[in-house]
């Protein structure tokens, strides 16, 4: 038998194959459907484990046992918040030097006046970069499971997929798409406000980017995938998430590598409090903004529609 | 210890009191429910519950949200409250969006081959594929 790359062993294994270094049985394969109409036997009840009187019994006593550990648990969580400092007083535990260095000195050091924006986009600016990554691994993994492809769709599934975006475009209402035509320019202003206004109020590129996603979703919605799709697809998709993770990376990797040498920031901080100021905070929230806009869109497209 | 001292410092760390009995709440719907699709939402309310012993942790009474307003002032630490667990529950909350949207897709894959969310009929069906 001719054996697999790895590649047709990760496909296996994201079609729940529990052993994909072994060479796949005649029936471990799993046959496309081709024929779904046929009324899956229903499921027997059969001699397993969990129908036995036997296994009744480990069943209860399990129960019993995840019950008591429930418990103990709250018991234990509940007796730990009693030996815990008071809600609101100054002796608590976070309540330190590192914070009161990121107060005191954050102003002048980076420039912004929104302190926790400071401390996220510079001083733990590489752990920020981490979660940047583990956003776009998330829309990855997404897309890989969900995406249509030949291994995991059949053509009746194509012609339903197709059935239903029928009946939505002839359905579509024409309330929602004109509220929809009013809002639109208002909901992205009001993301690229509190994208561009990170350093100076609550906000920023997180906060930003998930309006501008849901605005996204808003048109998708009220004018159907082609129309999101005349203007965002797949290239434009890509472009955007790798360019803003690339931008990201190049910033945070100039900033580590002057400051960790003394040498000279050429990017010159500003007047604290006004918009073009505190260095490459804008830069960066921007960056973060449009990846997780992008991320949104690709939850909610790929979760429904299987395809950007 | 006497109990009405505790139950008095329980009340007034009333989040964090909260939150522990939030954390137990999804706990035990991880464990008991046996449909996968609840298990993630139990798993949101455990991640909920970390955010809100953070965010509270970070708190002190009688100080301004951690914006500076004058920034010719220097900043004093004692007007501002601490902005460090705030930054930590924003790195938190994106992290479990994201493991949120992970394990709704392997959800929705095993529900396309098992036509099932219950993790006792996918475990049998799976194991009578392997035999």
Known sequence: ?308 | MHLSEILATLAANRFATASAILFVVGMAGMIFNRNLFKKVVAMGFMDSAVFLFLTSVGFVEGRLAPIVTDPSVPASAEVYSNPLPAGLVLTGIVVSVSFTAFSLALTMRLYKKYHSLDIDEIMMKSQRNED
């Open chain 1, 1 to 308: 038998m001719k054996t697999d790359n790895w590649f047709q062993r990760l496909v296996r294994w994201t079609n729940g194959d529990s052993k994909p270094l072994h060479e796949p049985q005649a029936h471990v394969e799993f046959p496309k459907k081709e024929t779904p109409e046929a009324p899956e036997a229903p499921f027997e009840k059969g001699p397993s484990l969990l129908k036995s009187s036997a296994g009744e019994i480990t069943n209860f006593s399990l129960m019993v046992v995840s019950m008591f550990c429930c418990g103990v648990l709250i018991l234990v969580l509940l007796l730990t918040v009693a030996y815990l400092p008071r809600f609101g007083s100054s002796y608590n535990a976070p309540v330190n030097e590192v914070s009161q260095r990121y107060v005191e000195q954050g102003v002048q050091e980076v420039g912004a006046t929104n302190l926790v924006t400071n401390i996220i986009l510079v001083y733990r600016g590489f752990d920020t970069y981490g979660e940047s990554c583990v956003l776009f691994l998330g829309a990855t993994a997404v897309i890989m499971l969900m995406a249509i492809d030949r291994n995991n769709t059949t053509k009746k599934d194509l012609e339903e997929l197709e059935e239903t975006e029928k009946m939505e475009s002839k359905n579509r209402n024409q309330i929602i798409r004109h509220v929809t035509m009013i809002l639109m320019p208002i909901i992205f202003l009001y993301g690229l406000y509190i994208l561009c206004n990170g350093h100076l109020s609550p906000g920023g590129g997180f906060a930003g980017g998930s309006i501008l996603g849901g605005a996204l979703i808003l048109c998708e919605t009220a004018f159907g995938v082609k129309k999101v799709h005349s203007f965002f697809n797949h290239k434009v998709y890509h472009i955007i998430k790798v360019g803003a993770l690339i931008l990201y990376a190049v910033l945070i990797c100039y900033t580590i590598f002057v400051g960790a040498n003394g040498l000279e920031n050429i990017i010159p901080l500003g007047k604290p409090g006004s918009i073009l100021s505190a260095g490459i905070i804008l830069p960066i929230n921007v960056a973060v903004g449009l990846e997780v806009a992008c991320t949104m869109y690709a939850f909610y497209i790929y979760f429904g529609k299987g395809n950007l």
